[in-house]
């Protein structure tokens, strides 16, 4: 079940990248605002039309299959229209599947938000909306989530459950690859890091070594310092 | 309350509603007390039956295609009679009278072709996402263009009788329609009926945007085209047979969608079903007479129609 990724490019906001993901691990995308994180993911999801190629087990994404396949959950929180939490999260099972209740109570429990279940998605916060919309991505148990940002907008505790729950499911074989910009969540909950910068892939290896001091300030303009990241003074300032 | 349950109590509002149309006509009773059964039947087939098959049809048409054109651009506000469809069918309709002739088809034919150019502009210009504004703005704009080209049309009429005709068939009527009218629109609308309602999941997953119902598997460009194609065969079809019609495909979609859990493509069904219900009671009431005349149906839509628009703007400030 490995994912490969050859020559994929969006000019001008991302250079190609060619690369592997393996199953069964947490892949973390890091990188400053404007590195191309949900360029890449957007990419390798199929949404946007381009050079390189995607595939799954040396197949490509056939529509067929997708919703087992692969799931994409984007950065925005948007839903058209008010609906139930229930009724959003079925919706992930692929439109016209027959409805299965008991795998959108097990989706709403992994995230925290069986008691929204009857609640319309305009009466909840927008972290509590992150948290449904996440459940909606995992209810196919898709054998590749690309998530963009799934724990911003939360609280530090379901940030911490969130990521534990990616973990988990790692440990059951799901590829999981996910945009983060909490540094200290991609070094202690991911197994590699893929590390943009103005449309590069720059480095990829495991957190320690790609969130070494030199990537830090070269990308990140920021360094450990006795409180926390500290910016780094700008060259030019 | 169920999709099923909100179907089924439509349908049985319904009932009584087409008995009452069917059989609610004092030329008909007055030929059951004559006992004249050849002239009851023709009453019955030639008048009534044509009637009230052609507002449910219309009715129905415009209910699911305001539902329809809801879902796909994901905007309360999105209706055949707001953006521009309905304006661009009356326009294809009369061009149709004056250069082809009149004839039911001709007429029917240019409706559909006025519909689906007034939609395909509508898309093409307000782009796939269409918020609210620029939604707005296109309808507005290319509506107002259709009602310009119309009253262009109307005022080279080739005679103050032909000026007439038209200007009444605008205002919206089921009167005197037959079966002719009804062999021509009924296969239209319920063609496009079914093409939309084959959509309903697509439209349910398409609440989540255009990008996340694609990788599920949808493929937007396709539903897009065959909503738009749909919606203005429906809308020209009803449009070229009864005049414009408005309101009932802004209004339906938002009496029945709460109902359904604010399901786009659940609430299709219900929306043609109470579209279909509320034409018919409009078309019945026109029926009795006021001041010894009939008055149009797309008078009284409007009349009811335009203080629930003016609701919606109020609660959603």
């Known amino acids: 079940m490995t994912l490969a990724i050859t020559n994929l490019a969006r000019p001008p906001l991302l250079a190609p990248v060619t690369l592997a993901l393996p199953p069964a691990s947490v892949t973390g995308l890091i990188g400053p605002n404007g590195a191309g994180k949900t360029t890449l993911l957007r990419a390798i999801a199929g949404l946007s039309a381009g050079p390189g190629t995607v595939t799954i087990d040396g197949a490509p994404l056939a529509a067929a299959t997708r919703v087992r396949t692969l799931a994409w959950l984007p950065a925005d929180r948007d839903v058209a229209w008010p609906m139930r939490a229930a009724d959003l999260v079925q919706l992930g099972l692929g439109p016209g599947a027959a409805r299965d209740d008991a795998a959108i109570t097990a989706a709403l429990i992994a995230v925290d938000a069986e008691a929204f279940a009857d609640r319309r998605v305009d009466t909840l916060s927008t972290g509590e909306r992150a948290r449904v919309l996440l459940a909606r991505a995992l209810v196919a148990r898709p054998r590749w989530l690309l998530l963009d940002e799934p724990v911003a907008n939360l609280d530090p505790f379901h940030r911490l459950g969130i990521m534990a729950l990616l973990g988990r499911l790692a440990a059951t074989g799901t590829g999981v690859v996910i945009a983060l910009h909490d540094l200290d969540l991609a070094r202690r909950h991911c197994d590699r890091l893929l590390l943009l910068d103005m449309g590069a892939l720059v480095a990829t290896g495991t957190p320690a070594a790609v969130l070494g001091p030199a990537h830090l300030a070269a990308v990140f303009r920021i360094r450990t310092g006795p409180d926390g990241w500290e910016a780094v003074e700008t060259q030019s300032g | ?317």
Do not use: C
């Open chain 2, 1 to 317: 309350m169920t999709v099923k349950r909100l179907s089924w109590l439509l349908a049985a509002l319904l009932l009584p509603l087409v008995a009452t149309s069917l059989l609610w006509d004092p030329a008909l009773l007055l030929a059951v007390a004559r006992r004249d059964p050849a002239l009851a039947r023709t009453i019955l087939t030639e008048l009534r039956l044509p009637r009230t098959a052609l507002a449910l049809l219309i009715g129905g048409g415009l209910g699911l295609g305001g539902a329809a054109m809801q879902g796909l651009l994901r905007n309360p506000l999105a209706s055949p009679d707001v953006l521009g469809p309905s304006t661009g069918a009356s326009l294809g309709a009369v061009l149709a009278g004056y250069f082809l002739g009149g004839g039911v088809l001709a007429v029917a034919l240019g409706g559909v072709v006025g519909a689906l150019a007034a939609l395909a502009l509508l898309v093409a210009l307000a782009g796939p996402v269409a918020g609210t504004a620029t939604l707005l703005l296109a309808g507005v704009a290319i509506s107002a263009l259709g009602g310009a080209l119309v009253n262009l049309a109307l005022s080279l009429a080739p005679s103050p009788y032909a000026l007439y005709d038209v200007m009444f068939w605008l205002l919206g009527s089921l009167a005197d329609r037959s079966l002719p009218q009804l062999a021509v629109a009924g296969p239209l609308i319920i063609a496009g009926a079914v093409l939309l309602l084959a959509q309903r999941h697509r439209l349910d997953t398409l609440a989540l945007g255009e990008d996340v119902a694609t990788s599920l598997g949808i493929a937007i460009p396709r539903l897009r085209w065959t909503i738009i194609t749909a919606t203005g065969i429906m809308v020209g079809a009803g449009v070229a047979v009864a005049g414009s019609i408005g309101f009932i495909g802004l209004v339906v979609p938002h009496l029945v969608r709460p109902l359904v859990g604010n399901r786009p493509g659940v609430a299709l069904v219900p929306a043609g079903l109470a579209g279909a219900a509320l034409l018919l009671a409009a078309d019945m009431a026109v029926r009795l007479p006021v001041n010894g005349q009939e008055l149009k149906l797309g008078v009284l839509t409007a009349l009811l129609g335009a203080p629930f628009f003016l609701w919606l703007v109020v609660r959603s400030r």
